[in-house]
Structure formats: structure tokens, C-alpha cells
């Protein structure tokens, strides 16, 4: 079974930046897809990034420009850099991942436990 943590949430003032990390762990898996998610105050979860294991990236359209997730492969982590945060990027963020188990080959879409992130005005 895939475990995610996450940490690097926090609170910021508007127009600062925080790095947000997403650590899998288990045995013998293979992950495919890696992204962030998040649920604003009152309102229902939505993307915000997410990248393959080749490196290819998709992003929402507010966070476009601002933030960038990347990946390491070998540690089983993908990051989320947020720059020019605004009040409205307030929101528990959630790392998900999707993948394979290697020797079931059972698929697998898991979430973390989620880490808040404060942007004040």
C-alpha cells in the first residue's frame, strides 16, 4: 500500500512563496501520475497541478505562472513551488498519486492527509 506525506504548508503574506513537498512510500510500486489538489474554505476540491513520470506538466489556469511542480523519480516526490501566493491560493492542499503495484499490478490512487496553507492580504 502507497503512503503519502506531505509537508511545507504554512502560513504567508500575499506575494510570497512556500514549498510544499509529497513523499511516497510503500513496496514495489510504480507511480505514473503525481499532482496537487486543493480545497478552498467552503468549497469543493480542484486541481491544481499534477506531472507523469516523464516529466510532463498540467496545470490549472489560476496558478498558471506562479506555481510549478516538479518531480524527483528516484525519491518518489513531487513539489509544489508556489510564487506570487494570494489570498485566494488559501486552501488545505492534498498530494495525490496514481500508480501501479508492481507485483499485483493492482492500481492505486491515493491521497495524502492534506497540509493548510494561509495566505494573508
Known amino acids: 500500500q502507497v503512503q503519502l506525506v506531505e509537508s511545507g504548508g504554512g502560513s504567508v503574506q500575499a506575494g510570497g512563496s512556500l514549498t510544499l513537498s509529497c513523499a511516497a512510500s510503500g513496496s514495489a510500486f510504480s507511480i505514473y501520475r503525481m499532482g496537487w489538489y486543493r480545497q478552498p474554505p467552503g468549497k469543493q476540491r480542484e486541481l491544481v497541478a499534477t506531472?507523469?513520470?516523464?516529466?510532463?506538466?498540467n496545470y490549472a489556469d489560476s496558478v498558471r505562472g506562479r506555481f510549478t511542480i516538479s518531480r524527483d523519480n528516484a525519491k518518489n516526490t513531487v513539489y509544489l513551488q508556489m510564487n506570487s501566493l494570494k489570498p485566494e491560493d488559501t486552501a488545505v492542499y492534498y498530494c495525490?498519486?496514481?500508480?501501479?503495484?508492481?507485483?499485483?499490478?493492482?492500481?492505486?490512487?491515493?491521497w495524502g492527509q492534506g497540509t493548510l496553507v494561509t495566505v494573508s492580504s
Open positions: 506531472i507523469t513520470s516523464g516529466s510532463s506538466a
Open positions: 495525490n498519486a496514481a500508480g501501479v503495484a508492481v507485483l499485483t499490478t493492482k492500481t492505486f490512487d491515493t
